[in-house]
């Protein structure tokens, strides 16, 4: 509490008595209760009294001057160092309040750069993201090249073989691989909004910091001497919608926290958006080579089968050869023997010409229709022979046509999955981690 003024203390004024001798006139007056009516002179204990009466009043009035002068120079003194006192006092306050709020703008402004720092950082592997999207698209127009040109094989070797079966879980892989990258670059997309929501609040909040501090600073500056003050009595109020220290310091920290909040699922963010194109990279770079061993290992399959064929291809080509040359043989053969057979039959004939007794079954005419019967027996073995050799021939034939046909097969599936899938696979981006800073 103020305290209160010193009163100057107060002594009784020495008083002074007066004999006055009443006069014994009937109807004369006295004292002040006749002054201003009557017209008569007035006695000298009466002029006396009137005169002390003045006199006590003047040293009255005088006493109560200076004690009143007294009072007022003390109140001056007083009320001038109270002033300067509370002066003092609000201008400490307001420094200290012109810490608090450069230290709630600092915080503020720190939040706000490393916010937008991390949105770049963010918005940079959102970008990664989509490069490696990008990326993709190479691999899986190869996986699908890949099995449509396979489907372009022939019916012998239209089967659904491991290459095939890689294939196709390379084609899903990389089908979720961009599922998943797509779902992530919506996720980033959503937390670098988010950032900058939070990162717009703190600016308000520190805009609204950096106003405050210019206003408070400036009312820091002010002083008695300063040319600006003015007279502002309505200003003498607390608005209703005034907030507290403790609601202005927690708001200020409540988007510092928030801001802390957004921040550290941008880093998680970053941190799984990284795991995630090395995950991915890793699986498909492990899955490519899955589906180029398949193919290798079936080039080298196609390879062995086309040989075999190749090497029984040469075989039969050799006993069709060697069947046309004993075809040949047996029809010679059998020439010869009809020839022989013409000989006998002919000797038969002549001598069944012979006259009277000289037809004779003579030793030569035994030996003759042995001869025939015997040539007649070679000449049909020769022909079931040469029967079995024609069909022969045309079995061998056909194996041919087949030999060369499973050949010709062989060497399109070898044309299709070496020539061109495996060729066409050399485009195959080596690793889509390397491919995201691309």
């Excluded at 990162?199 to 950096?210: G, Q, Y």
């Excluded at 009809?338 to 004779?360: G, M, W």
């Excluded at 696979?425 to 800073?437: C, F, K, Q």
Aim: aromatic share 6%; hydrophobic share 35%; charged share 35%.
């Amino acid at each position: 509490e103020e305290p209160l003024p010193t009163g100057v203390p107060t002594c009784p004024l020495p008083g002074k008595i007066c004999d006055v001798v009443r006069g014994e006139r009937p109807g004369s007056c006295c004292g002040m209760a006749m002054a201003g009516i009557r017209t008569s002179k007035y006695q000298l204990p009466e002029w006396h009294r009137r005169n002390a009466r003045v006199y006590n009043q003047a040293y009255t009035v005088g006493e109560e001057s200076e004690r009143g002068r007294a009072e007022a120079k003390h109140l001056t003194k007083h009320a001038a160092a109270c002033a300067q006192r509370a002066q003092e006092y609000s201008k400490t306050t307001l420094a200290q309040r012109l810490q608090d709020i450069h230290f709630w703008r600092v915080e503020l402004q720190k939040e706000v750069m490393e916010l937008d720092a991390e949105t770049n950082l963010l918005a940079a592997q959102k970008l990664r993201l989509e490069r490696t999207l990008d990326a993709t698209e190479v691999p899986y127009g190869v996986v699908t090249d890949n099995l449509q040109c396979r489907e372009r094989r022939q019916p012998p070797d239209l089967v659904i073989d491991e290459v095939e079966r890689q294939l196709l879980k390379e084609a899903d892989l990389i089908r979720n691989i961009r599922d998943l990258l797509k779902r992530t670059i919506i996720q980033a997309t959503n937390q670098i909004r988010s950032n900058r929501i939070q990162k717009e609040f703190c600016e308000l909040d520190w805009s609204d910091k950096v106003e405050t501090y210019h206003i408070d600073d400036k009312c820091v500056n002010y002083s008695n001497d300063s040319t600006d003050i003015q007279s502002h009595p309505s200003s003498v109020k607390f608005e209703e919608n005034a907030s507290t220290p403790k609601t202005w310091a927690q708001f200020s920290h409540d988007n510092i926290y928030s801001a802390e909040q957004e921040k550290l699922a941008s880093v998680q963010l970053r941190s799984l958006i990284n795991n995630i194109i090395h995950d991915v990279s890793e699986d498909l770079r492990m899955q490519r080579a899955a589906v180029n061993e398949a193919f290798d290992n079936h080039c080298r399959e196609l390879d062995d089968a086309k040989l075999r064929l190749e090497q029984h291809l040469e075989k039969i080509l050799k006993d069709i050869g060697e069947e046309e040359a004993n075809i040949v043989a047996l029809k010679k053969a059998i020439r010869d023997k009809e020839t022989h057979l013409k000989v006998a039959q002919t000797r038969l004939y002549d001598r069944s010409f012979r006259p009277n007794i000289e037809l004779c079954k003579d030793e030569p005419q035994f030996r003759l229709v042995s001869e025939v019967e015997e040539l007649t027996v070679f000449i049909e073995a020769l022909k079931r022979k040469l029967m079995e050799s024609e069909q022969c021939l045309k079995n061998l034939e056909e194996t041919r046509m087949k030999l060369e046909k499973e050949i010709a097969v062989k060497a399109n599936s070898i044309f299709i999955d070496r020539e061109k899938c495996m060729t066409f696979r050399i485009r195959y981006p080596v690793d889509l981690e390397v491919a995201s800073y691309k």
